[in-house]
């Protein structure tokens, strides 16, 4: 039978985040793929794991992924880390785990720490929507140009940075997101000298100039998303174009239509559709009506048409 890929998540710090279930992996696999051997050695070493170590990272050789797919050919398991947290989140292993697949070999993960959602689950942003962009650019130039694709983008963004690079980071952001955009600065996680930062992106950059502490270690940084161009109308205009709709057309229908004119959530507008049919009595919305009718103040026309209702915006 072929080998198992398994891919391992360690520490980001605290050793005590270890879970049980990576130590078991790690002390059964046949070969660990570690990204800094001698690194990765101090944590086996702690966990008392002899298991045999190779070096891999994205820029290995062809030689090195071969030796591990000819590993898991031979029925030997193998489990892949990085120097800390998830493997691929901004650590190497994508060229492994795709090379894996594309044999056909098991690729299974062990989940554990992992730095970005570690930072985000503490940060106080918006975590419903984010993207992590690892990395930003070395040098000033393609930095701007990579934060100033960022800029519109809704979700919160998650980047990892250098110390040495931080406050250029913080200043070029300050400069394509705005000066006042909410952010945070997670750094050291888990460690002795785990800190937040938060506050605007200029308040942020301004600590990290007057603390020399603030430019060492392990950096998170998240921004919060730019605001959705022409947002959704707010609840009160939203009822108002719901109740005005709901005299011409059903209740499922309006809501629909609600949604699509003020970007609004149409379950949510549904079930207040549904409260106000209670409210003010089925008769009063039959959706029967024959005539044209204007919405105020003359942002929206409604009118039969060949027996269907329809809806324009001007």
Same mark, same amino acid.
């Given at each position: 039978?072929?080998?198992?890929?398994?891919?391992?998540?360690?520490?980001?710090?605290n050793?005590?985040?270890?879970?049980?279930?990576?130590?078991?992996?790690?002390?059964?696999?046949?070969?660990?793929?570690?990204?800094?051997?001698?690194?990765?050695?101090?944590?086996?070493?702690?966990?008392?794991?002899?298991?045999?170590?190779?070096?891999?990272?994205?820029?290995?050789?062809?030689?090195?992924?071969?030796?591990?797919?000819?590993?898991?050919?031979?029925?030997?398991?193998?489990?892949?880390?990085?120097?800390?947290?998830?493997?691929?989140?901004?650590?190497?292993?994508?060229?492994?785990?795709?090379?894996a697949?594309?044999?056909?070999?098991?690729?299974?993960?062990?989940?554990?720490?992992?730095?970005?959602?570690?930072?985000?689950?503490?940060?106080?942003?918006?975590?419903?929507?984010?993207?992590?962009?690892?990395?930003?650019?070395?040098?000033?130039?393609?930095?701007?140009?990579?934060?100033?694709?960022?800029?519109?983008?809704?979700?919160?963004?998650?980047?990892?940075?250098?110390?040495?690079?931080?406050?250029?980071?913080?200043?070029?952001m300050?400069?394509?997101?705005?000066?006042? %955009?909410?952010? &945070?600065? *997670?750094?050291?996680?888990?460690?002795?000298? $785990?800190?937040? @930062? !938060?506050?605007?992106?200029? +308040?942020? %950059?301004?600590? &990290?100039? *007057?603390?020399?502490?603030?430019?060492?270690g $392990?950096i998170? @940084? !998240?921004?919060?998303?730019? +605001?959705?161009?022409?947002?959704?109308?707010?609840?009160?205009?939203?009822?108002?174009v719901?109740?005005? @709709?709901?005299?011409?057309?059903?209740v499922?229908?309006?809501?629909?239509?609600?949604?699509?004119?003020?970007?609004?959530?149409?379950?949510? @507008?549904?079930?207040?559709?549904?409260?106000?049919k209670?409210?003010?009595?089925?008769?009063r919305?039959?959706?029967?009506?024959?005539?044209?009718?204007?919405?105020?103040?003359?942002?929206?026309?409604?009118?039969?048409?060949?027996?269907h209702?329809?809806?324009?915006?001007?």
């Open positions: 039978m072929s080998g198992v890929l398994y891919v391992v998540a360690t520490p980001i710090g050793l005590a985040d270890m879970v049980p279930r990576a130590l078991d992996v790690l002390q059964k696999v046949d070969l660990i793929a570690s990204e800094d051997t001698r690194h990765s050695g101090r944590l086996l070493a702690h966990f008392n794991i002899d298991t045999p170590m190779m070096a891999y990272h994205d820029h290995s050789n062809e030689h090195q992924v071969a030796r591990i797919m000819d590993s898991l050919q031979q029925g030997k398991n193998v489990a892949l880390i990085s120097d800390a947290g998830t493997p691929l989140v901004s650590d190497p292993g994508f060229k492994l785990v795709r090379a697949r594309q044999r056909g070999f098991g690729v299974i993960p062990v989940p554990g720490a992992c730095a970005a959602i570690a930072a985000l689950s503490a940060s106080g942003l918006p975590s419903d929507r984010f993207s992590f962009e690892g990395f930003p650019p070395h040098k000033r130039g393609p930095r701007q140009k990579f934060f100033a694709k960022l800029k519109n983008r809704t979700a919160t963004l998650i980047f990892y940075e250098a110390p040495h690079r931080i406050l250029g980071s913080l200043e070029d300050s400069e394509n997101f705005g000066a006042d %955009r909410q952010a &945070v600065m *997670a750094r050291e996680l888990t460690k002795t000298f $785990e800190t937040f @930062l !938060l506050g605007s992106l200029d +308040e942020i %950059r301004e600590k &990290v100039a *007057a603390d020399p502490n603030q430019q060492k $392990e998170v @940084l !998240l921004v919060q998303g730019a +605001e959705a161009a022409g947002g959704a109308a707010d609840e009160a205009e939203q009822e108002r719901l109740k005005l @709709l709901m005299k011409e057309l059903p499922k229908q309006a809501s629909v239509l609600t949604a699509k004119i003020t970007g609004g959530q149409k379950n949510a @507008l549904y079930t207040m559709a549904l409260a106000i209670r409210e003010s009595g089925s008769s919305f039959s959706g029967t009506s024959s005539k044209p009718h204007s919405i105020s103040p003359g942002s929206y026309s409604i009118c039969p048409l060949n027996g209702t329809s809806v324009s915006i001007r």
